[in-house]
């Protein structure tokens, strides 16, 4: 294998693909992005963890067709300590050689032979393409899961908790996650969408999908199969595993009525919550207090070996008085799915949820249990 490319083009690709590409005891090449060089000035670099796989195309200039596993940390620091910007890549003795005018290293490779192929799906075409084959505009696709994927649980012990659940609904795509002490539900506007099969994505490869698309502009394509999903756009394939299973009936555990409202400015509360967790206790519990006399919500904290906060923060108020004990990350981490400069809050009652939602914005709720103490 011979090619040369621009490092700037390269460098590129190897920083999406080597974040799939980690350690594995049983698989070493897992480590490793793999690169295949095609006789018509294209290189496809790929990486996989065996639960999402990704594969870039770019454009190079083929000297001599071939393949190689290079160890991504390796070849990615290698990149950037280079300065010069045409590069030569040739396979030597199974080993990786990159020159320029100033610099020349060699990386070992590991077997290519070894690394795992990545699933191709194609529309099933036994049955109606629009099934399988959906086409949908990256940015609301991507907005979708922003939204909601850290709410997911990071246990395995319910893998359908551990997944963001998307499904059709009135016109547009639902996205949910939940972990059972808190709930993110998105709802996006998308013309013209067809079926849309209910799925559930684990939420690790949603966060990678996140990452691979973030700065991609325009339509991609996803095919669907029993266990799989494949998202498509032009130059990059990426497939992830599906979770058999059922999302529960989220919607049961929505609050139908409240007992105290609020609506406060987003950074009021952002900046409170920040000076309030300095002196958090180690589960980051803060106490909401809505005073509906004075038009005041008090967010307090107390930490017995550091000390205390206490902070009023000036709000409309409609209610009962009311005061719970929430874990201050829960609250900070849905504020960035909210666009809206003034948030509503809107307390169940005692031992129930709180719900938070924009005050212009009502296409994101958020839904966080109290702590008992």
């Known amino acids: ?94 080993n990786l050689k990159i020159s320029s005018n100033k610099n020349s290293v060699v990386i070992k490779c590991l077997p ?51 997944s963001v659940y998307v499904f059709k609904e009135d016109g547009g795509l639902v996205f949910v996650s939940t972990d059972s002490f808190r709930l993110a539900e998105k709802k996006v506007n998308i013309k013209n969408i067809v079926d849309f099969p209910q799925t559930l994505i684990p939420y690790k490869n949603v966060s990678e999908i996140i990452k691979l698309f973030d700065d991609f502009n325009g339509d991609i394509s996803i095919i669907f199969d029993r266990n799989q999903a494949a998202f498509i756009a032009p130059d990059m394939y990426v497939v992830s595993r599906l979770i058999d299973g059922s999302f529960p ?73 009311i005061e719970l004990n929430f874990n201050s990350k829960y609250i900070i981490d849905c504020i960035q799915s909210i666009p809206s400069d003034s948030l509503v809050l809107n307390f169940g009652g005692m031992g129930k949820p709180l719900a938070i939602s924009g005050a212009t914005d009502k296409s994101f709720l958020y839904i966080v249990m109290p702590m008992n103490r």
């Open 112 to 162: 290519y032979e070894d690394f795992p192929s990545i699933p191709k799906l194609v529309p099933n075409s036994s049955i109606n393409e629009d099934e399988k084959l959906i086409k949908i505009n990256c940015h609301d696709l991507i907005s979708g899961f922003k939204s909601v994927w850290y709410s997911a649980s990071n246990s395995s012990i319910k893998p359908e908790l551990s």
């Open 249 to 321: 009936d989220y919607k049961q555990i929505i609050p139908k009525t409240f007992g105290t409202t609020i609506t406060i400015l987003k950074n009021d509360l952002i900046n409170s919550i920040k000076t309030s967790n300095i002196f958090s206790d180690s589960l980051n519990q803060v106490k909401l207090k809505v005073d509906i006399k004075n038009k005041l919500l008090n967010i307090e904290s107390k930490n017995n070996d550091i000390g205390e906060s206490k902070e009023s923060i000036n709000a409309l108020v409609s209610g009962d008085d």
């Open 1 to 94: 294998m011979k090619i040369e490319c621009d490092k700037s083009k390269i460098e590129v690709v190897i920083q999406k693909t080597s974040k799939l590409a980690n350690k594995h005891l049983t698989l070493p090449v897992l480590s490793c992005v793999y690169f295949d060089v095609l006789s018509d000035n294209k290189l496809i670099v790929k990486s996989t963890n065996l639960d999402i796989g990704v594969e870039i195309e770019t454009k190079i200039k083929t000297i001599e067709k071939g393949c190689l596993a290079v160890p991504a940390n390796i070849l990615l620091g290698v990149l950037s300590s280079i300065k010069d910007e045409r590069l030569t890549f040739e396979t030597k003795d199974n």
